[in-house]
Nanobody, 116 residues
């Protein structure tokens, strides 16, 4: 079955950096668009960044453009999100996601807290 396991979250000061990872299994990773979402309490989950299956096309939310970089390693079935110049408003649970077999699949999420 599809499994997505995020890691790398934590507490960081404003202006700091974190790198999130997502380990994927149970599907042919290299065939799928992969996406990072985030969610804060009381708000809908929002798309942060996505990457095409080959890694040649990316899409970012306006709020993270120039600060976040999505990448993937199809040989390792891994998705990454490099987050730089973090702001308090980036605080959220971050989810790795894939649309597979007719529905969107999610990992368990990893908490990112940006605070001094």
């Amino acid at each position: 079955q599809v499994q997505l396991v995020e890691s790398g979250g934590g507490l960081v000061q404003p202006g700091g950096s974190l790198r999130l990872s997502c380990a994927a299994s149970g599907f042919t990773f290299s065939n799928y668009v992969m996406t990072w979402y985030r969610q804060t309490p009381g708000k809908e989950r929002e798309l942060v960044a996505s990457m095409s299956s080959a890694g040649d096309i990316t899409n970012y939310a306006d709020s993270v453009k120039g600060r976040f970089t999505i990448s993937r390693d199809n040989g390792k079935n891994a998705l990454y999100l490099q987050m730089n110049t973090l702001k308090p408003e980036d605080t959220a649970v971050y989810y790795c996601s894939v649309f597979s077999l007719g529905r969107r699949r999610w990992g368990q999420g990893t908490q990112v807290t940006v605070s001094s």
